[in-house]
C-alpha cells in the first residue's frame, strides 16, 4: 500500500510538472453522500427491513429448533425408539432448514441479501459518479479521491472537498 501510494505521488508529481495549469485535486466523503442522499437513505431503509425481516424469520426458526430440542430431551426417557428417530430426525431437518435459510439469504456476496444490496444501490452509484464527473469537470479538477475509501488522505484542504456540491447536484436531479 505505501508503494502504491508512492508511486500515485510521482505520478501525480511528474502530471503536475509537465501540465499547463497547476494541478487541481478533489476529493469526497462517499460516507456523508450517502448518509444525506435521500434515494440512498430510501435504498438502505428498505435493505434494513429486509433484513430485519429474514433475520426475524431465522430467529423464529432458532427458536423452534431450540425448543424441540428441549421437548425432545424431556421426552427422550419415554419414548420408544421409532419416536426417538422421528425426532431425532424433525431436529436435523430443522438444523438444516436453517443452515439453508442463512446460506441463501445471508452468505457474503451470493446471498440475497447481497445480491437486493446491489439491485438497489447500482443506480444511486450511477448518479452519484455522473454528479462527480460534472462537479470536477466545472471545478476544472483533474482528480478526485473518495476520502472514506481505501486511498486515505493524511492531508486535505478542504477548499477542495466538493462533498457537498455533488450532493447539491443529485437533490437537485441533474
Not at 501540465?19 to 428498505?46: C, H, M, N, R, W
Not at 424441540?68 to 421426552?75: L, P, T
Request: proline fraction near 1%; avoid cysteine.
Amino acid at each position: 500500500m505505501k508503494s502504491y501510494i508512492l508511486v500515485l505521488a510521482f505520478l501525480v508529481l511528474g502530471f503536475n510538472s509537465y501540465a499547463q495549469s497547476p494541478l487541481k485535486i478533489g476529493y469526497v466523503d462517499s460516507e456523508v453522500i450517502l448518509t444525506q442522499f435521500s434515494e440512498s437513505i430510501k435504498a438502505q431503509g428498505d435493505l434494513d427491513a429486509l433484513t430485519n425481516k429474514w433475520s426475524a424469520q431465522l430467529d423464529s426458526m432458532t427458536l423452534a429448533y431450540q425448543q424441540s430440542i428441549a421437548d425432545y430431551q424431556k421426552q427422550v426417557e419415554t419414548m420408544n425408539e421409532a419416536k426417538k428417530t422421528e425426532a431425532q430426525q424433525k431436529i436435523v431437518k430443522m438444523e438444516q432448514e436453517i443452515m439453508e435459510f442463512r446460506k441463501v439469504k445471508f452468505t457474503q456476496g451470493s446471498g440475497e441479501i447481497y445480491k437486493k444490496q446491489e439491485e438497489l444501490f447500482s443506480p444511486i452509484k450511477a448518479k452519484i459518479y455522473a454528479a462527480i464527473e460534472k462537479v470536477s469537470k466545472e471545478e476544472n479538477m483533474q482528480f478526485v479521491f473518495d476520502k472514506s475509501g481505501d486511498i486515505i488522505l493524511l492531508y486535505a484542504d478542504s477548499s477542495f472537498d466538493i462533498t457537498f456540491k455533488v450532493l447539491d447536484r443529485l437533490k437537485r436531479g441533474n
